[in-house]
């Protein structure tokens, strides 16, 4: 199975900030990665598939990048709205992983 | 508007079984794929189970042998039958469409509590 590494774990930010977190595979996934926002009680939204290829109806703040095993997920300017889990999900064969997750604080 | 609505979770003693239900609304339910995944009390995201448009069916090792995900396109529905449950199977479920492989359309979830 393809583990999927999130770094970090926590991350404390301001708004205003711009913020990076890393997702690692365990071996190549191509660019077949997606990137997640949960808040708490709530199902996952989609934000980033096919690596950067941003979801519809999601802020053009978001941003993805990177392929093979290494990825990371950008957000230029954080809002209040964006302090959220973050999770990466792997889909380039079953099965489907999705990384620890990295909560994303108020500093 | 397009929806899935899970429902069927609940309390269930260890060894003992549950069937979930999706809904689904607003699209055409027969040609997408969907999955099912879990989230434990205060625990990341795990993968259960997929099943595609050709019933092509793929599931975690954790389940395999004990669930069963099936669909009725007659009834817009998707289904997972679990048998077997234990403690570690306790978590809020959500069906989500995964056509490409990302999940863009999520239920709100049902929760599946597994104790004595």
């Known amino acids: 199975d393809i583990q999927l590494t999130q770094s970090p774990s926590t991350l404390s930010a301001s708004v205003g900030d711009r913020v990076t977190i890393t997702c690692r595979a365990s071996?190549?996934?191509?660019?077949?990665l997606a990137w997640y926002q949960q808040k708490p009680g709530k199902a996952p939204k989609l934000l980033i598939y096919?690596?950067?290829t941003l979801e519809g109806g999601v802020p053009s703040r978001f941003s993805g990048s990177g392929s093979g095993t290494e990825f990371t997920l950008t957000i230029s300017s954080l809002q209040p709205d964006d302090f959220a889990t973050y999770y990466c999900?792997?889909?380039?064969?079953?099965?489907?992983?999705f990384g620890q997750g990295t909560k994303l604080e108020i500093k | 508007e397009v929806q899935l609505a899970e429902s069927g979770g609940g309390l269930v003693q260890p060894g003992g079984s549950l069937r979930l239900s999706c809904a689904a609304s607003?699209?055409?339910?027969?040609?997408?794929?969907l999955s099912w995944v879990r989230q434990a009390p205060g625990k990341g995201l795990e993968w259960v189970s997929h099943?595609?448009?050709?019933?092509?069916?793929y599931y975690a090792d954790s389940v395999k042998g004990r669930f069963t995900i099936s669909r009725d396109n007659t009834k817009n529905s998707l289904y997972l039958q679990m048998n077997s449950l234990r403690a570690e199977d306790t978590a809020v479920y959500f069906c989500?469409?995964?056509?490409?492989?990302?999940?863009?359309?999520w239920g709100p979830g049902t929760t599946v509590t597994v104790s004595s």
């Open positions: 989500a469409t995964d056509q490409r492989g990302d999940m863009d359309v």
């Open positions: 607003g699209f055409n339910f027969n040609p997408y794929s």
């Open positions: 099943i595609s448009s050709t019933r092509t069916i």
């Open positions: 071996q190549s996934v191509g660019s077949w």
């Open positions: 096919k690596a950067s």
């Open positions: 999900q792997q889909y380039n064969n079953f099965p489907y992983t």
